[in-house]
């Protein structure tokens, strides 16, 4: 299984970006869906994850209320839309299949190659 991940960019202190993530195969369907982020020097981090079914959906503290996970399932597609977008928002967002038992604790199966978001202030 392939992930393809798309939409980052260079945007403005308060802007927004949709990153999007393509799977190669429907497989992804049954697996919960993850976006991480890992920043200059820093260690890679949960961002938010979504539900096979999309009922659920989960979200770090430090983006709450900012970004929105959502899935399409007919498209094996994954979404994460970032509204208010702040400079400590700067990474690569990393997108994943897997699963959890608990949140934030996600395992991941199948790994994207990162999209850069540099937010500027």
């Known amino acids: 299984v392939q992930l393809q991940a798309s939409g980052g960019g260079l945007v403005q202190a308060g802007g927004s970006l949709r990153l999007s993530c393509v799977a190669s195969e429907p497989t992804t369907r049954i697996y919960l869906m993850s976006w991480f982020r890992q920043a200059p020097g820093k260690e890679r981090e949960i961002v938010a994850a979504i539900s096979s079914s999309a009922t659920n959906t989960y979200y770090v503290d430090s983006v709450k209320g900012r970004f929105t996970i959502s899935r399409d399932n007919t498209k094996n597609a994954v979404y994460l839309q970032m509204n208010s977008l702040k400079p400590e928002d700067t990474a690569v967002y990393y997108c994943?299949?897997?699963?959890?038992?608990?949140?934030?604790?996600?395992?991941?199966?199948?790994w994207g190659k990162g999209t850069l978001v540099t937010v500027s202030s």
């Open positions: 994943a299949a897997g699963w959890m038992t608990s949140w934030p604790d996600v395992e991941s199966k199948y």
